[in-house]
T-cell receptor, first 111, second 111 residues
Framework: GENVEQHPSTLSVQEGDSAVIKCTYS??????FPWYKQELGKRPQLIID?????GEKKDQRIAVTLNKTAKHFSLHITETQPEDSAVYFC??????????FGAGTRLFVKA | DAGVIQSPRHEVTEMGQEVTLRCKPI?????LFWYRQTMMRGLELLIY????????DSGMPEDRFSAKMPNASFSTLKIQPSEPRDSAVYFC?????????FGQGTRLTVV
């Protein structure tokens, strides 16, 4: 069945450094790739997304890249700040609204 | 709009009891999702509805779980009988286009 693998499970960076989270997906029909951020004790919230007809998308300090051939997509956070500390989930969707989430990456940004 | 509203926020129940979780989606959203979140398994899609019709319930773990959406503004997830391994945070989410808006979640503890 459909599967989304996410790495690393935990990431610790120094404030100001960059953080990269990587995901792979199995369903070649996937065409929509959202990223959600979940702060401790709160709900997941969409932070950025990318469609399969685009290779890269940026929004201020965050960017996503997509390699459809390799079925890889990544989240890049530059100039990390303590408030970036959270769990980040990648996801893949092949249409029909069935979104499959990765296991999550717990990001710690040390001040 | 108040967003997706879930009730109760916390539920503690004894093994064997029936549990009903409730969700009010954002008005105008035509898709509704139930997710379960645990440390071990991450965010799992249990079931989703489109225009009040269940589309995919392949994530529902067992017959003890059932979900209904009698109208566009209300959905329930029922567990009967509940077991300790059902303890988790249950999220409801709704969407109209691509972004899924999550409720605050119900933290269920079965003792």
């Amino acid at each position: 069945g459909e599967n989304v693998e996410q790495h690393p499970s935990t990431l610790s960076v120094q404030e100001g450094d960059s953080a990269v989270i990587k995901c792979t997906y199995s369903d070649s029909a996937s065409n929509y790739f959202p990223w959600y951020k979940q702060e401790l004790g709160k709900r997941p919230q969409l932070i950025i997304d990318i469609r399969s007809n685009v290779g890269e998308k940026k929004d201020q300090r965050i960017a996503v890249t997509l390699n459809k051939t390799a079925k890889h997509f990544s989240l890049h956070i530059t100039e990390t700040q303590p408030e970036d500390s959270a769990v980040y989930f990648c996801a893949a969707e092949a249409g029909g609204f069935k979104t499959i989430f990765g296991a999550g990456t717990r990001l710690f940004v040390k001040a | 709009d108040a967003g997706v509203i879930q009730s109760p926020r916390h539920e503690v129940t004894e093994m064997g009891q029936e549990v009903t979780l409730r969700c009010k989606p954002i008005s105008g959203h035509n898709s509704l999702f139930w997710y379960r979140q645990t440390m071990m398994r991450g965010l799992e899609l249990l079931i989703y509805f489109n225009n009040n019709v269940p589309i995919d319930d392949s994530g529902m773990p067992e017959d003890r779980f059932s979900a209904k959406m009698p109208n566009a503004s209300f959905s329930t997830l029922k567990i009967q009988p509940s077991e300790p391994r059902d303890s988790a945070v249950y999220f409801c989410a709704s969407r109209w286009d691509t972004e899924a808006f999550f409720g605050q979640g119900t933290r269920l503890t079965v003792v």
